[in-house]
């Protein structure tokens, strides 16, 4: 994805990696708009980890992406701690966050954008689609 190329990623012990070595092998990327000031985000989050595991479980090229709307890096590294599955983030204070916000028109959160790896949108309802359909939903999204 043209956004993330050449971008580094965090995961929750503060590590980085490379976007693209990360996502190369993904064909379905998720990009997760949440905070963890936001009552509805800690309450989606863990019903979404829940999706991530089993998903990942099944060997499935996915990935998710979490974009942060925390008002510090610690507060956004404790979100990812207390209750996010071993998925990787746009790092805190990073352009990218405010790129993708506006590439995918985000206007509150928590939302769940999917996509495919070119970046084309599957689903702007990530969220119901998770939180209905379970697991199901990767299929759905992978057709």
């Known amino acids: 994805m043209d956004i993330l ?7 929750k012990s503060r590590s980085t990696v490379s976007a693209d070595e990360a996502l190369n092998d993904k064909e379905i990327i998720a990009f997760y708009f949440s905070a963890h000031w936001c009552p509805p ?70 939302m769940l954008i999917v996509t495919r790896k070119d970046g084309t949108v599957i689903s702007t309802n990530g969220r119901s689609d998770v939180e209905s359909k379970g697991v199901k939903a990767f299929n759905d999204w992978n057709k």
């Not at 190329?5 to 995961?11: D, E, I, W």
């Not at 989606?44 to 925390?70: C, M, N, R």
């Not at 405010?98 to 928590?110: E, R, S, T, Y």
Request: with cysteine.
């Open 5 to 11: 190329s050449g971008q580094k990623l965090v995961n």
């Open 41 to 110: 985000c800690r309450m989606f989050t863990p019903v979404l980890a829940d999706f991530y595991e089993e998903v990942k479980d099944k060997g499935l090229p996915f990935e998710i992406i979490f974009v942060s709307s925390d008002r510090s890096e610690d507060a956004l590294f404790d979100y990812m701690s207390e209750a996010h599955g071993d998925w990787l983030a746009v790092p805190y204070g990073s352009q990218t966050v405010d790129q993708l916000k506006k590439k995918f028109n985000v206007q509150g959160i928590p």
